[in-house]
Each structure stands twice: as C-alpha cells, then as structure tokens.
C-alpha cells in the first residue's frame, strides 16, 4: 500500500492527505463535542435528580417532624398522663371504662386533628398492652420491646386498614417511650404511625414509566414504593449504590441510580431511571453528529479533489522554476505566470521575496537583541534592590534591639509598601502616582537609618498621576543624592522632586542641596561603569522603552547639589 502510494500522482496525493485529514479532524471533533455534551447533559440530569431526591427528602423530613412534635404534644397532655399513672398504680377501681376511653380519644383526635398522613395513634401501658387508640379497629397486639429510645424509634410497621378489617396496610411508626411530669417515673410507651401510602404520594407525580422511586433501608430492603408488591422485598440494585456517600448515582446496563442518604431513619431515597430513555437526548444527538459528519466528510472530499486539481498546475511551473534557482539564476517568476487564486498568489509572491530574507534576518536578530538588552537591564534594575533590602533589615533588627517601637513600625509598613508597589504584578509599566508611592516609601526608610540627615518634598501637577512611565525611575536617582551628596555635608539635606509637562512630555525633576558632582564626572556617568551604576541603567531603560529622544539629564545648581531631570512621553495608563 505505501509503494501504491508513492506511485499516486500530486494531485491525488493531495487529494487523498486532505480527505483523511478531513476524516480525522471531524472525528475528534465530533468526539469531543458528544463528550462534552454528554458531560454537560450527566451533570444537569445529575442535578436534576439530586433537587428531586432532595425534595422528597425535606417532605419525608417534614412528615416526620410533624408526627414527633404530635408524640411530645400528647404524652404532656394531662388526660393521657393521668389516664396513664391510674393504670400503672391500679388505681382504677372508680374508672367509667368507656369515658376515660373517650376522653383519651378525644384529646388524641384534637392534637392530631385528623391530620391526612396520620394513620392512627396507639398509647400502651407500662406493660407495653395497648391502652387506647385512634384506630378505627383496634388492634390487641404489644409493643415492641426494642422502643426504649427517649427520642423516639421508628420502625416499619402493618395497620389495620380504616375501612377494611381485614386489610392491612404498611406503615411507617413512631414508638417512644414517656414519663410523668410530676415523678419522672415511666408511664407507657406511644405510638404515631404513618401510612406508607402517604410517603409514597410525595414521589407519586414524579414517577413516569421510565422513573421510580423507591426507599430502601440500610440493608436493600424497599420499604415504599409505587409498586406495592415490592415493600419488603430486596431492591436487587443496591449492591451499585455508593453508600458512604450522601448522594450517589451509579450506572448498570439497565438502569441509571441515584439515591440520597435520609439519616433519620438510615434509609436511602432512591430514583431509578431506565437507561434507554435516560441516555435517549445524547443517543439521538450522537445519530445527528453521525450524519453531520458523513455530509461534512464527503463535502471536504469533493472540495479537497476540485483544491488539488487546481494546484497541480501552478506546482508544475513552481517546480520548473526551482530548477533554474539552482542552476544560479536568482530571477523571480514574472507577473505573468503568477496565478489569480489566493493562496497560489500567495507562494508565487512569497516566493519571490526570498531576495529579501537575508535583510528580514537580519532585522530579526536587531530586534531579539534589543529584547535580550531588555530582558539584561531588567535583572540588572531588580539587582539594585536586594543590597537595599538587606541594609533595611538590618536596621530593622537594631529598632527591635533597642525597642523603638513606633519607628520599627514605621519602617516595616514603608518596606511593605515599597515591595508592595515595585513587585506589582511583575509590570514593567505604572502609574506616575504608583511610582510616587515607591519613592516616598523609600525616602522614608532612608529618612529613618539617616536621622535627621535630610527632608523631602515630592510635588506633582494636577492630571498627571494617571500619567504612565517604568517602574522604578526615581528610586536610582535619589539614591544618588543620598548617598554620593546629602550624606556628604554636614548641614540639613533637602531634596526636591517634581512632576511637570511640557509639549505632551513629563519631567521629573530631582534637585537636592548636596555636593553635586565634578564636571569631568557629569560628561562620564552615562557611559562607564562607576558608582553612578543606577543613573546609567535608568537612562538606558528610559530610552529602550521610550526611544532615543528622551532620558535624563544631570546638572550642578548654582546653589549647590545637582539637579537630575526625567524626559518620558506624556501617556495615559490604559
């Protein structure tokens, strides 16, 4: 197959390369684009699920409520305590049987007020015989013996059915023991049962054909449900569900799961989807992507034949004209033979240009050294900074020493503004007012490890702190006036900074009373290596960011002191 195809013609090379790139890139195209709308349909099917399950949730939750805060209402009725203490002490020599039996139904029937899900209530001796109840036929059958939670027990239960003796119907039942108020002695256990029908009229409109809900206790038994002859009965899924989890859903070849975890009874609220119709969007979606994709794959494929029928004869003539570059003669095509179609237009004229590549070479090599001259001057300006921090620590340490508190505190809070404001994000470019900021903060250590050396001003015209310029401008300069002219008098410093404009310019002045600087200094700052290391680095970024027209400019005062002037271009911060 490989020498078959060394043997195919350009064009159908062409033809074939482009109709199997054509085939792979829809391939994964689609087979992304179903991925992530599978994803993005599980996730909001999930969450669907989830408020579902969540919902009956807080209903069950609410049924439940009600049915104990009924439980504490009528064990502190004074007609069920006192019915109750006469039965435990057999003080019921003057009872009228049938009306202590209708008074306790009565009251029973004002708390719960036949409340719907309130199948019946049911109040038991201390011996645990049924005493009295709401139920329309009574049943003679004992507590159970595993109801001596104080806060009540529910276990699944079965109850006579209201309008059928013979009937029974399951239910959901509240046991718990109570108390007399006056002794704290137990008096008999209570009863509030729930029917099982009401739990399930909670999912009822949320069950369709293809979804049920079921609860399922911690074992895999289903204790409600739609389907009445699956009560009791195993729930064979269970073994998918991830239990440890408070929501969970699974997927098996038939059905797709998803519980939530119901604490107070550690039973599992769980909605079963049929797997077909679950995935039924996605599986007709994948069936249009499918056919999208054929029609795609066979328009790319005439396209691609029509595209290498037609670039087969300018690469004809393309080819023929290599041969003459190699036999020396470096003449480019003429306008002529160039053909009109875009793209061949464009090699024919690229083609031509490669006269110039050396000049284009050569220009690139101009520009990647003026960015490695950039990336240079930048690691040369941060080297400034860390003999600075050092100096500020140590004078840190001292304050610590000698407990100066209110001056340790203010130098820590200038250190941290001016790390703060020079780090910024690693920008190259800030604000006139940021680089303000910096300066202050920095005169203001300075201020504290030189005592009452020198004072300041900083001056700014109205408009142009939004003004940009390079981080870092002013630190180098006035370091020069500290160090190589305040510290060297013995009269109070003073330094000067201004910000002004002029022919949409900025200069920033630097004056200060100090030394100044000897006149064959002045003419050999900006180009040897001295002590004047950070005028000289300033003035090359000035001018590396900006152009060649602007930079700075040192000069003596008449008065004494120099004065360094910053030219940049007046430019807003974007």
């Known amino acids: 197959m490989k020498k078959n195809f060394k043997k195919l013609s350009i064009q159908d090379k062409f033809f074939y390369a482009m109709l199997i790139n054509s085939i792979i890139v829809i391939a994964v195209m689609l087979l992304f684009m179903n991925i992530l709308l599978f994803s993005n349909y599980l996730k909001q099917e999930t969450h669907s699920a989830q408020k579902q399950l969540d919902y009956i949730s807080g209903q069950l939750d609410f049924f439940l409520t009600s049915a104990d805060n009924f439980s504490r209402t009528i064990i502190s009725a004074p007609a ?57 036929y009574p049943s003679d059958t004992d507590a159970p013996d595993s109801i001596e939670n104080v806060n009540g027990t529910w276990l699944p239960t079965m109850q006579t059915s209201r309008t059928d003796r013979k009937q029974k119907i399951h239910t959901l039942s509240l046991f718990r023991p109570f108390f007399s108020y006056s002794t704290g002695e137990k008096l008999g256990y209570l009863e509030i049962s729930i029917p099982e029908s009401s739990i399930a009229s909670i999912y009822s409109s949320q ?65 079963r989807v049929q797997t077909i119709p679950f995935l039924y969007s996605i ?7 499918i056919g999208v994709g054929i029609f795609l794959v066979g328009m790319n494929g005439r396209v691609a034949y029509v595209l290498a029928r037609t670039i087969t004869s300018p690469l004809q003539t393309l ?19 160039i053909p009109p179609d875009l793209e061949m237009r464009t090699l024919f004229t690229t083609f031509n240009s490669m006269l110039m590549a050396q000049e284009k070479l050569k220009n690139e090599l101009v520009e990647n050294q003026k960015e490695k001259n950039k990336i240079t001057l930048s690691l040369l300006h941060q080297q400034i900074n860390p003999h600075f921090l050092y100096n500020t620590l140590d004078n840190i340490c001292a304050l610590a020493e000698i407990g100066e508190q209110e001056t340790l505190i203010d130098m820590v809070m200038n250190l941290s503004n001016f790390y703060r404001n020079t780090l910024n994000n690693g920008k190259f470019y800030i604000t006139v007012r940021d680089e303000l900021e910096i300066t202050r903060s920095y005169l203001q250590i300075m201020q504290i490890r030189n005592f009452g050396k020198f004072d300041f001003s900083i001056n700014c015209e109205k408009g ?13 300069i006035v370091e020069n006036s500290i160090q190589h002219g305040i510290k060297e008098i013995s009269e ?18 630097v004056a200060d009373n100090g030394t100044g600087i000897a006149e064959q200094d002045l003419e050999q700052i900006g180009q040897t290596e001295n002590s004047h290391f950070g005028i000289k680095s300033t003035n090359k970024r000035i001018q590396l960011y900006y152009g060649a027209d602007y930079g700075l400019q040192i000069r003596n005062r008449e008065t004494g002191g120099c004065i360094t002037t910053i030219t940049i271009p007046e430019r807003r911060m974007e």
């Open 492 to 509: 109070m410093g003073h330094l000067e900074i201004n910000v002004s404009h002029e022919n949409d310019r900025i200069h920033i002045t």
């Open 464 to 476: 142009l702190e939004s003004c940009e310029c390079i981080k870092l401008l002013l630190q180098p």
């Open 283 to 289: 599986i007709v979606t994948f069936c249009i992507c």
């Open 80 to 136: 069920i305590q006192n019915a109750h203490t006469a039965y435990k002490y057999h003080d019921t020599g003057n009872w009228d049987i049938e009306r202590v039996k209708q008074e306790v139904t009565n009251e029973l029937s004002h708390i719960i007020q036949s409340t719907s899900y309130i199948h019946q209530v049911t109040l038991y001796g201390v011996d645990k015989k049924p005493l009295f109840s709401t139920a329309m």
């Open 207 to 271: 069950t369709t054909e293809q979804s049920s809900f079921f609860l399922v206790n911690s074992r895999g038994i289903v204790e409600s449900t739609l389907n009445y002859g699956s009560i009791r009965h195993p729930f064979k899924e269970f073994g998918t569900m991830d239990t440890k989890k408070e929501f969970s859903s699974s997927f098996t070849p038939k059905a797709v799961i998803f519980s939530s975890y119901f604490p107070k009874l550690d039973w599992y609220i769980v909605n």
């Open 319 to 337: 080819i023929r004209h290599t041969q003459t570059i190699k036999e020396g003669i470096w003449k480019p095509l003429p306008e002529s033979v």
